[in-house]
């Protein structure tokens, strides 16, 4: 039988946050109009239309709308108050404020409760996946997305690297190491704050999601109790995955070993690894399909400053 993958996204339009509710629109509807995987996603009342729309009829969503607020999502629930004083601790203070921790914070509940819900309803996924509703941002060839074929690779793989099981392995995009001033890092020290983890996508299968669900709201209430700053959920998971690297597999775009680097000619090529698009999303064209590869390629290939050079297209 043919893995099964759901997708959890949300969207609570927020009167502060990083980017325009026009913006969001946008970008919701180049996620959920091409990609045809299975999709559950909260929402408000308000902006429920403009998912539905965004989705069409013809592809399979659950729109769930339960809850108006990130603060009415259980694990959040109360914390308004704790938020909004634990505000002046975020060092980007400037650009977040306590209602978009609380959507961070919300998401390990959000997709356990999501597989939750739709196995009652005998609906069974052998992986989910969070999802952010804007990480999508420019046009793109993904469909069956993320490729259930290379999605049980990639847990086999990972298995055999860390000896875990595959139902018991989580994965989460890397941006970058942690610095030098963590080689001495406790797990008392609390959440980690630097550009490590990538809070964007992350999932495996029910199992793993249910587990980093318990674990991620026992570290965050633990580090609340202690007075430390748990506002950015990508510093909770940087901690978890210092705490539990066996049930962690990750692709890092900046791997000085990947052997894409090897073949880069310096001055001529772009990035890391080459014509690979916005390197957050590099985890997009790393899970896809080989089809749908090659066509981001030939993309990327055509919109570079070479293109016109055909020795460049051909090496």
Known sequence: NKTRILLVSAMFPLAKSKHSVEDYEIWVSKFLRPITTDV????TPDFAPVVQRARGFDLSITIDTSYTSPFYVPPMNGLETVYSEMHNQDREKFRHSPDLYAVWNAKPF???AAVKFLARRGEIYDYAFWNDAGSFRDEHQYKAWPDPGRVDQIWEKGSKLTGTKVEDLLFFPIFGAPGSTFKTWKEDIGPVDSEVS???FFGGSPKAVEW???????YHDYYLS?????????????????LFPNRIITVWYRDPLAPARAGLIPLFDEGYLGACGKEWWYYQFWLSGIPEREEMRKTWMDESSWSRWEWWKDR
């Open 40 to 43: 559950y996603f909260y929402t």
């Open 212 to 218: 980093w669900c318990q674990t991620f709201y026992a």
């Open 226 to 242: 202690l007075g430390l700053f748990v506002g950015k959920d990508q510093n909770i998971i940087n901690a978890l995955v210092l």
């Open 198 to 200: 990538e809070g964007s």
């Open 110 to 112: 959000l997709l356990d």
